[in-house]
């Protein structure tokens, strides 16, 4: 099993934020069975202010570039980014267009 940690901003405006919120309340089928095809296993998504946080829990199999390859051949997945990409600003330091800057693990504590 893998965990990632994702951060993405939001653009600080008060409406994209909360229409943000309230397009994840009720996500499509063909979303949520994407995200399974592509090996993850669990995806939860936490807000501070317009900073978004994304933890990723996958299978052993799973890969940026395999999902981003399912996410292009499939419609509705290409339709709901762009849907969420106008609510969504660059990263300071990223590419033009990047949304999701996965986050580098510094530290990990395990009770035993």
């Not at 849907?83 to 600003?89: D, I, N, R, S, W």
């Amino acid at each position: 099993m893998q965990t990632f940690l994702l951060i993405c901003d939001l653009k600080d405006e008060p409406e994209a934020i909360r229409a943000y919120v309230d397009c994840h309340k009720a996500v499509a089928p063909e979303i949520l069975e994407s995200i399974g095809a592509a090996g993850i296993l669990q995806m939860s998504i936490y807000r501070w202010k317009n900073r978004l946080s994304m933890i990723l829990v996958a299978d052993d199999a799973f890969s940026f570039e395999k999902k981003a390859a399912l996410d292009n051949a499939n419609p509705k997945v290409q339709e709901w980014e762009a849907f969420l990409g106008q609510y969504q600003t660059n990263l300071p330091g990223t590419p033009p267009n990047w949304r999701w800057a996965i986050c580098e693990k510094i530290f990990e504590f395990k009770a035993e």
